[in-house]
């Protein structure tokens, strides 16, 4: 069982930054990856970037290419995601997700989830 929890979410404006947290816990050793989805209101979940945990790699949706960096800690068992440049299409709900699989951009891939937490960017 990995239990994942999302933190960093809130209100920004347009051209502002963030940056989103997970912290993973339980049993961890079998993630290949770990991502970051995000779901606005009538839409359905898109993938936004992942990184193989063991070795670093990062993958970017090309919406977020070049203004969004992930990031990890292993001694924290934390996963990052900074966020600049933000626009108003960027506002969602941004999920953490931990993959066993090797489709780091599919929503099916991933054996869980966190909560949740909200980013909204005003123009």
């Known amino acids: 069982q990995v239990q994942l929890v999302e933190s960093g979410g809130g209100l920004v404006q347009a051209g502002g930054s963030l940056r989103l947290s997970c912290a993973a816990s339980?049993?961890?050793?079998?993630?290949?990856?770990m991502g970051w989805f995000r779901q606005a209101p009538g839409k359905e979940r898109e993938f936004v970037a992942a990184i193989r945990w063991s070795v670093g790699y990062t993958y970017y949706a090309n919406s977020v290419k070049g203004r969004f960096t992930i990031s990890r800690d292993n001694a924290k068992n934390t996963v990052y995601l900074q966020m600049n440049s933000l626009k108003p299409e960027d506002t969602a709900v941004y999920y953490c997700?931990?993959?066993?699989?090797?489709?780091?951009?599919?929503?099916?891939?991933?054996?869980?989830w966190g909560q949740g937490t909200q980013v909204t960017v005003s123009s």
């Open positions: 997700g931990a993959n066993s699989g090797y489709r780091y951009d599919r929503t099916a891939e991933y054996d869980y």
């Open positions: 339980g049993r961890t050793s079998s993630t290949y990856a």
